[in-house]
């Protein structure tokens, strides 16, 4: 069975991660995915498969190369898809592209844009029937990393050291690296087989903070205001806009980090703001959490001690500080992808993952793009070719790293 088809049938399964809901799998019915896809392992000869009572599956696909003792490699890839669209009931579609707009619905002018398909000419691209997303995020991974198990199942000529397989839930709403069992795994190095399209291979992420601001203030009649009022919504506005404007998300790309208020609460005797902070190096970080920090003070001095208090929560790091002291876990994909004849994508993630959290767990982590496009919306979709290309990039890859010593990681 091919990678693509695989995501058709494991689309099927309605995984979306539920925020509201506290426990682990968020959705009960990522179960049922996750049941399916240990059944499947058993039978590509994973008899250690297994679903743990978090949903979390795990399996390995123990070494061909006689007495191997070089690193254990692990795959990586989250089953659930994302709350922020309609993800029941999907319909997977494939499509021979040949070029224009993409049509997924006709009444509500629902298309993907020439401009997002302009490379994708001639392939195949799999959608939803535009009711829905896809869920190749994070589908197309599971799917490739199933692929390369039954490959590996079927042709014994591949020589391969120990591969440790871990498919989580909740990714999409942050949480699919809470329970995740490093030691169990046991893996020395791993890639998430997740985000974007194929020649991506990631080794960086945000590094991320969170803030929040209290401001205190005094309520007083506002007829009898005068000399006695102290509006805790004006001083937090104040706050709010002593930070640069131009250093919003909406202003912001590539390297750059940012400021991101994402909560004001206020009434004249307490204002609440919570902000994300975002960069790619942490002494950045550091320095913007100065700047908020400076901004109380002067606020304290002009409106009275104690008025403006900032909390600082430390969220995560940048997993490149970790990868990067393992150099062949990246230069090794990318060098399969030259080899491939693409060119590779390194730009940072401007966002987190699975691997920056695992990175620091001690499982160093970058991702390799999957081969899809336009996540968590109903425009989603994949390209067959580019998930053949993902599985045969991950195929070679395994087979470079079984030739390393650990300590050569
Ligand atoms: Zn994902």
């Not at 120990?162 to 999409?172: C, G, L, N, Q, V």
């Not at 004006?234 to 709010?240: L, N």
């Not at 304290?300 to 403006?308: C, D, F, S, W």
Request: hydrophobic share 35%.
């Amino acid at each position: 069975m091919k990678s693509y088809e695989r995501l058709m049938e494991y689309a099927k399964y309605p995984t979306g991660s539920i925020e509201e809901n506290a426990s682990c799998p968020s959705n009960p019915k990522e179960f049922d995915f996750a049941n399916a896809l240990a059944e499947e392992m058993k039978s590509l000869g994973i008899t250690d498969a297994e679903v743990d009572e978090n949903c979390y599956v795990m399996g390995t696909i123990p070494a061909n190369i006689e007495g191997y003792d070089g690193p254990v490699l692990g795959l990586i890839a989250h089953i659930d898809t994302s709350p922020d669209a309609p993800n029941e009931n999907v319909k997977p579609k494939l499509t021979h592209y040949e070029g224009g707009d993409l049509i997924l619905n006709e009444k509500e002018d629902l298309k993907i844009s020439a401009d997002a398909l302009k490379n994708f000419i001639g392939c195949d691209i799999i959608t939803s029937d535009g009711t829905t997303l896809l869920g190749a995020d994070n589908k197309a991974g599971v799917a490739e990393i199933m692929t390369l198990a039954e490959i590996l199942h079927n042709d014994s000529s591949i020589p391969h050291g120990t591969i440790r397989i871990a498919f989580t839930p909740d990714e999409e709403i942050g949480r699919s690296s809470d329970l995740f069992d490093v030691e169990k795994f046991g893996a020395d190095c791993a890639y998430t087989i997740d985000g974007d399209l194929f020649g991506e291979c990631q080794s960086e992420t945000f590094s991320a903070m969170g803030a929040t601001v209290t401001v205190t203030g005094i309520s007083y009649h506002p007829g009898f205001a005068k000399n006695n009022m102290k509006n805790a919504i004006h001083v937090a506005e104040e706050f709010e806009q002593m930070l640069p404007v131009n250093e919003r998300p909406e202003y912001r790309e590539g390297r750059e980090g940012f400021y991101h208020i994402t909560s004001f609460n206020g009434s004249v005797e307490k204002a609440t703001m919570g902000y994300i902070i975002r960069d790619f190096v942490w002494e950045k970080i550091e320095s913007r959490c100065e700047v908020m920090r400076k901004a109380a003070e002067y606020l304290n001095h002009v409106y009275g001690e104690g008025t403006v208090q900032v909390e600082f929560t430390e969220q995560y790091h940048n997993m490149g500080e970790v990868v990067e002291k393992h150099p062949k876990l990246t230069e090794i994909p990318l060098d399969v992808i030259r080899e491939m004849g693409y060119t590779p994508d390194t730009a940072p993630i401007r966002g987190g993952t699975d691997g920056a959290f695992l990175s620091f767990k001690g499982l160093p982590c970058p991702n390799l793009g999957p081969g899809g496009s336009n996540f968590h919306s109903r425009q989603e979709f994949a390209v067959v070719q580019d998930m053949e290309n993902a599985t045969k990039m991950i195929i070679e890859v395994v087979q470079r790293i079984a030739k390393l010593k650990k300590d050569e990681l």
